[in-house]
DNA sequence: TCCGGTTTGTTCTCCTGTTCACAAACTCCT
DNA sequence: AGGAGTTTGTGAACAGGAGAACAAACCGGA
């Protein structure tokens, strides 16, 4: 009941803040590349959209990695805060379902420069089986099991049919992969120490919508 | 500093209650075409991955649908949903940035069926406006103006690199576009009465990585 | 060495959202 | 008609996150 803490830096970070390293990461990024050594917490707020009381906030839960009066060493807590989300390691990525969506996944080129390698290409459809997307060999969805083994897979991207995305998530479960990133607008189920993630565009699009409505409504329902 | 309340069905809806309307949506639509007539919050809870005290104290916000002992009418509850998320209207989208992922986008049905309609395909490059994707021409960047005004367009959406964005964003904002989904891995500024939700596939797995880092974290680190 | 100016780290308060638990309300069977 | 069983809607406790405000700590100049 004492020693919640582990010998590392351990402490648990909210999970607010966790959603958000990114993106201050992404900002520090910048930042470093236009050559800026030093930032306040203000103006790291105002790159990433946040206000600084925040930012100072969430920055806090790591350490005490800033100086006052002077602010925060930009490529210092760069460095720490990828150290800290686990972006300094290489992480193999396994993505099923070569459609449009996952056409696009492959090709994108923000996963690999943030320590994502897509290993595999994977597709139930043998039609697909000849494709070479982004320079990556699609191959059949069965071949799932031996690539995780050999690649040392923890993460998969979902990005099939609603129907098949069920089905995808208890293979990749069985045979080992422990987070999930799920593009199918459909819920998954899968036991309690998987996560999944969901990315759902027509609902936020849905989202947008109801907010619209609201802004409009009153001046034109009489 | 009184009537908050407008005339109609305007009591402020929760923002994460909005967020999870179209799940529950989604999950009618389930059930209604796979016949069931009428359901108890608890089976629709599960359908939507969600505990039935929650659901039911959503439900509760847009008025009272329910009968108890017996549970919700899948038909009548889900045409609620949608009238109060604002999807029995009909939505013209705008779609700037015909990557791999504008594209993906492009195709996806399931804007369609929520009553979202791409009325355009925007890109600044000429090389792509010989194409035709998902059956609509890509248009010049510059016909944006037109198109949203000759539409009524209210909701755009960014698929950019990330350099791109905040042109795109401002031009939008400038004729009259008020909700924006940015699918460009940048923070966006906008007036205050324009709605932004981002989409950022790297963000998404970069929490996961965290939390798979915290997984092995201890076993793997001697 | 001391002082004014600056910026972080943190405490405290407020607000939103989640969950529990139960009364109210409905159906069905006798 | 009445009672047992079921399910909703909601009040109340609880947890978690956001923002304001300020003391502690640092820099630079005299």
Redesign the pocket.
């Known amino acids: 009941m004492t020693a919640r803490t582990s010998p590392e830096s351990a402490r648990d970070i909210?999970?607010?803040?966790v959603a958000?390293l990114p993106v201050y990461l992404r900002a520090l990024v910048s930042l470093s590349e236009e050559g800026t050594a030093t930032?306040?917490?203000?103006?790291?707020a105002l790159a990433a959209g946040?206000?600084?009381?925040?930012l100072?906030?969430?920055?806090?839960?790591l350490?005490?990695?800033?100086?006052?009066?002077?602010?925060?060493d930009v490529d210092y807590l760069r460095y720490q805060i990828a150290r800290e989300i686990g972006v300094t390691q290489d992480w193999p990525v396994v993505i099923v379902g070569i459609g449009n969506l996952g056409q696009a996944l492959a090709n994108y080129s923000g996963f690999r420069s943030r320590g994502f390698r897509v290993v595999a290409l994977l597709d139930a459809d043998p039609a697909r089986h000849e494709q070479v997307v982004a320079g990556i060999d699609v191959r059949p969805f069965d071949h799932l099991e031996r690539i995780v083994r050999d690649h040392s897979v923890a993460i998969g991207v979902i990005a099939t049919p609603a129907v098949a995305a069920q089905d995808v998530a208890d293979r990749m479960v069985a045979c080992g992969i422990t987070s999930i990133l799920n593009f199918a607008p459909t819920v998954l189920t899968v036991p309690a120490e998987v996560d999944v993630r969901k990315v759902d565009l027509s609902i936020e699009l849905q989202i947008l919508a109801y907010h619209e409505q609201r802004k409009t409504q009153g001046a034109v329902t009489a």
Chains 1, 2 share one sequence.
Do not use: F, H, I
């Open positions: 909210p999970e607010a803040t958000r930032c306040s917490s203000e103006e790291l946040v206000n600084s009381a925040k100072r906030k969430d920055l806090s839960y350490g005490s990695y800033g100086t006052r009066g002077v602010g925060y």
